[in-house]
């Protein structure tokens, strides 16, 4: 079992940066996994995707802003910058054992953290 835990949420200015943590007690070595976000009214979405294997991928709003890593073993990042209004969400990392194999944003996940809230104030 894989717990995940969401940190470093927060209420920041427009323009401003924030970078989101995602702790797990231990990642599997095989394993793909994403930030989604879910802003109130609205479905949620895929912001990054990244495996084991370095691939990355990043939904059009947040390219060149979001940065998705992977640190060590228990860790993922999201760094977020030049942050916008319509950033302002809940924050979710999900995971999954095996490669990330198509688009990341329509892969079933098996873990999933209890999320953290950004808010941007323009």
């Known amino acids: 079992q894989v717990q995940l835990v969401e940190s470093g949420g927060g209420s920041v200015q427009a323009g401003g940066s924030l970078r989101l943590s995602c702790v797990a007690s231990?990642?599997?070595?095989?394993?793909?996994m994403a930030w989604f976000r879910q802003a109130p009214g609205k479905e949620r979405e895929g912001v990054a995707g990244?495996?084991?294997?370095?691939?990355t991928s990043y939904t059009d709003s947040v390219k060149d802003r979001f940065i998705i890593s992977q640190p060590n073993a228990n860790t993922l990042y999201l760094e977020m910058n030049s942050l916008k209004s319509e950033d302002t969400a809940m924050y979710y990392c999900?995971?999954?054992?095996?490669?990330?194999?198509?688009?990341?944003?329509?892969?079933?996940?098996?873990?999933w953290g209890q999320g953290t809230q950004v808010t941007v104030s323009s």
């Open positions: 990244i495996d084991s294997y370095g691939w």
């Open positions: 999900a995971a999954m054992v095996g490669r990330c194999s198509g688009d990341y944003r329509f892969l079933t996940y098996s873990y």
């Open positions: 231990r990642f599997p070595i095989n394993i793909c």
